[in-house]
Every structure is written in structure tokens, then in C-alpha cells.
């Protein structure tokens, strides 16, 4: 079955530490997306990526960075300079052809929670 | 600046009801997409309907239906005879152009309530 899947679905991180969260997709879409979710309010963008190797920062980049070295992954490392990084992160994808609005499809999310 | 507002924070109804939940938008352009997508307790964000600003006819599918009407720059969805499955987190998207890119600016969602 083709989908987004993100990994873990929990995790949990001391203060002062970089965490790794997974993202990966089998529906050959050349186009990936993070966002953050806090309780009761609607998605940020972190990054996105059109293509391999290459990525942009969204709204709230500052405290996270992310790699795009093959078609089927776009990790995102929340470092220690995020200062509040509990939140809800949610990956997806799309086609991703330049110059249209695409659907973005998303995997399950990642909760992650600073100690 | 492009903006989306879904005004209703929460909506409670009891099952068998009818519920339409609001979205307004903002936008200087002529060309724009919007969306909804569902959010249940689980999390995962599932897309429900994406429709140009071309495209005016309301579009009905089963239980679900959405009104789209670009004099009032409103985007409204609609359930019919709600069921608890329904209980969930709603979101209303625009797109945006980001130079050749398009990126979607979200409403800040509504939290549907069905009760049995």
C-alpha cells in the first residue's frame, strides 16, 4: 500500500538534545512538507522540499533542520536551539509539480514531548 | 494577506443532526485552490476535498457536501445526518503562491463533537 509513514509515533527528549524524527513515502511525489501542530491551533510550515537535495524554510525554520538525499525521505532534527519543541509534528507529501496547488497527503505524526 | 478563518472553535451536536462548519478566506489572487481535510483523534490529517476557484458548483459526496461561494469568499462544509465516527478536527486550507511554488495557508480548525 502506498502512504507516509513517520517514526516513532512518540517520542520523548531531554532538554539540551537533538532528536531525529522520520519521515518516509512511497508514492513517488517529489514534494515534502513539515509542519508543527500545538494543542488547539491549526499547522505551521517548518520546511518543504520541491526535489531532491534541495529545501526551503517555511514560517517557524528557526530551532530545526532537515535533509532531502533521496525521493522517499525528508528527516527533520529538531535541535536544541527550538526552544519550546513540544508539539505535534506532522510530514507530507506531493506530487509536486511546480507552478500548481497539489493535495498534500499526511502520515500519522509524531508527538514529541521535552522532558 | 491571505488569510483563512474558520470562526467556529467547537461544535456540539447530537447524533442525526445536520452540522455545517464555516471558512472564509482572503485572497488577492484570481487563481486559488481550497481544501478541507479531517483530523480524528488519532492525528493523521485526511484530505476530504480540494476545489479551484474556477469551479463553483457545490459538490456533494454522501454525507458530506460543500458550498462554495465566491461572492462572500466563504468555503462551507456541511454534514448531513452526523454520525459519532464524524467527531473530529476539521480544517479548512487555501493555497498561496510562493513564487512558482504553492503553499497552504490553514485555518485554525474546528472541533466537531457529535454526541450519541
Known amino acids: 500500500d502506498g502512504g507516509i509513514t513517520q517514526s516513532p509515533k512518540y517520542l520523548f527528549r531531554k532538554e539540551g538534545q537533538n532528536v531525529t524524527l522520520s519521515c518516509e513515502q512511497n508514492l513517488n511525489h517529489d514534494a515534502m512538507y513539515w509542519y508543527r501542530q500545538d494543542p488547539g491551533q491549526g499547522l505551521r510550515l517548518i520546511y518543504y522540499?520541491?526535489?531532491?537535495?534541495?529545501?526551503q524554510k517555511g514560517d517557524i525554520a528557526e530551532g530545526y533542520s532537515v535533509s532531502r538525499e533521496k525521493k522517499e525521505s525528508f528527516p527533520l532534527t529538531v535541535t536544541s536551539a527550538q526552544k519550546n519543541p513540544t508539539a505535534f509534528y506532522l510530514c507530507?507529501?506531493?506530487?509536486?509539480?511546480?507552478?500548481?496547488?497539489?493535495?498534500?497527503?499526511f502520515g500519522p505524526g509524531t508527538r514529541l514531548t521535552v522532558l | 494577506a491571505q488569510k483563512v478563518t474558520q470562526a467556529q472553535t467547537e461544535i456540539s451536536v447530537v447524533e442525526k443532526e445536520d452540522v455545517t462548519l464555516d471558512c472564509v478566506y482572503e485572497t488577492r489572487d484570481t487563481t486559488y485552490y481550497l481544501f478541507w481535510y479531517k483530523q480524528p483523534p488519532s492525528g493523521e490529517l485526511v484530505f476530504l476535498i480540494r476545489r479551484n476557484s474556477f469551479d463553483e458548483q457545490n459538490e456533494i459526496s454522501g454525507r458530506y457536501s460543500w458550498n462554495f461561494q465566491k461572492s462572500t469568499s466563504s468555503f462551507n462544509f456541511t454534514i448531513t445526518a452526523s454520525q459519532v465516527v464524524d467527531s473530529a478536527v476539521y480544517f479548512c486550507?487555501?493555497?498561496?503562491?510562493?513564487?512558482?511554488?504553492?503553499?497552504?495557508?490553514w485555518g485554525a480548525g474546528t472541533k466537531l463533537i457529535i454526541k450519541p
Open positions: 486550507a487555501l493555497s498561496e503562491a510562493w513564487g512558482s511554488n504553492y503553499q497552504l495557508i
Open positions: 507530507a507529501s506531493s506530487i509536486g509539480l511546480a507552478g500548481r496547488t497539489d493535495t498534500q497527503y
Open positions: 522540499s520541491q526535489i531532491v537535495n534541495d529545501f
